[in-house]
């Protein structure tokens, strides 16, 4: 399995120097995993920097990987390890995703340091 985080897309999809650190992972996409908040970040900055036809076809790009959707499940465990190691959003996300292909299923609340009883009104 192999996940590039959205500044590894844009060095790809720029041409940078540091493009070709990303290439092989990208390229070898029956191994790709495509976390859905890597899509909008990538998106969203090639829309505002260069235009929305070279988005879209950097959107398809990713696509040929495999995009994983997100879940109430994926949510919970990035918040969790969030928590666990004060990581943004879109980054826990992101390691979420990687340790769900890693670890065969989502993050419970005893591997992410501990959980809660919560009480809800009916």
Do not use: F
């Given at each position: 399995m192999n996940l590039v985080?959205?500044?590894?897309?844009?060095?790809f999809f720029c041409d940078s120097p540091l493009a070709g650190k990303y290439a092989h992972a990208i390229e070898n996409t029956s191994d790709l995993v495509v976390p859905t908040v890597c899509v909008y970040e990538v998106f969203k900055k090639i829309l505002t920097d260069v235009g929305e036809q070279e988005a879209l076809q950097?959107?398809?790009t990713m696509r040929l990987g495999r995009v994983q959707e997100s879940t109430d499940q994926l949510a919970v465990s990035?918040?969790?390890l969030?928590?666990?190691?004060?990581?943004?959003?879109a980054d826990a996300i992101v390691y979420a995703t990687a340790r769900?292909?890693?670890d065969g299923g989502p993050v419970d609340g005893l591997t992410a340091g501990g959980s809660k009883s919560w009480q809800t009104r009916s």
């Open positions: 985080d959205s500044c590894g897309w844009i060095e950097a959107m398809a990035a918040a969790l969030s928590r666990q190691h004060k990581l943004p959003m769900n292909y890693i």
